[in-house]
């Protein structure tokens, strides 16, 4: 008799699983300012200018990050920036850019990068290209 009654009860908490969304944990801990001078400014700069302390001994020239928008017809490339950091995930020593797999870690946002569609993003990546932005020229 008692099987019976715990039965429900168990199927209850099997539903609950699918509820622990991403999107209800709070906010990351670290600013995109913070991010950019811990993961990026090394090679770009400080201020994205492509000129890092790291920039003179590398074998390609990191790229001036501050005239992005200008090389793209006056738009920031949000998608584009966000793809070059996240593509690099994983692929550490086949390029010049480190891992930045702390960066793709943890919370997502729905995040429309210009193309039209919201897709969830990691926060911090998000925060990362909205600070690059704000670097244009
Ligand atoms: C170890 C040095 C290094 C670090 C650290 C680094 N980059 Fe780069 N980055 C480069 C180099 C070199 C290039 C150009 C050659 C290439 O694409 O590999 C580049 C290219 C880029 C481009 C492409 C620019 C274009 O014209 O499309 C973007 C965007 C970029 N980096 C963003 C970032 C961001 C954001 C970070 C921090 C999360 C970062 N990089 C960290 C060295 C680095």
Redesign the pocket.
């Known amino acids: 008799m008692h099987h019976f009654h715990r039965l429900p009860l168990l199927m209850i908490a099997a539903l609950a699983l699918p509820g622990c969304l991403p999107q209800t944990k709070p906010a990351a801990q670290t600013t995109g300012a913070q991010?950019?001078a811990a993961?990026?400014?090394?090679?770009?700069g400080s201020g994205g200018m492509?000129d890092?302390e790291?920039?003179a001994e590398?074998?390609?020239?990191?790229?001036?990050?501050t005239?992005?928008s200008a090389?793209n017809g006056g738009t920031f490339?949000t998608t584009?920036?966000m793809a070059?950091?996240w593509g690099y995930a994983g692929k550490k020593g086949q390029?010049?850019?480190?891992d930045?797999g702390p960066?793709l870690d943890g919370e997502l946002v729905l995040y429309d990068g210009g193309a039209g569609t919201e897709t969830p993003t990691p926060t911090r990546l998000v925060q990362?290209?909205e600070?690059?932005k704000g670097l244009q020229k």
């Open positions: 991010d950019y993961y990026c400014s090394a090679c770009h492509g890092g790291l920039a590398l074998a390609k020239k990191p790229a001036n990050l005239g992005l090389k490339p584009r920036v070059q950091i390029d010049v850019m480190p930045f960066l990362i290209a600070y690059v």
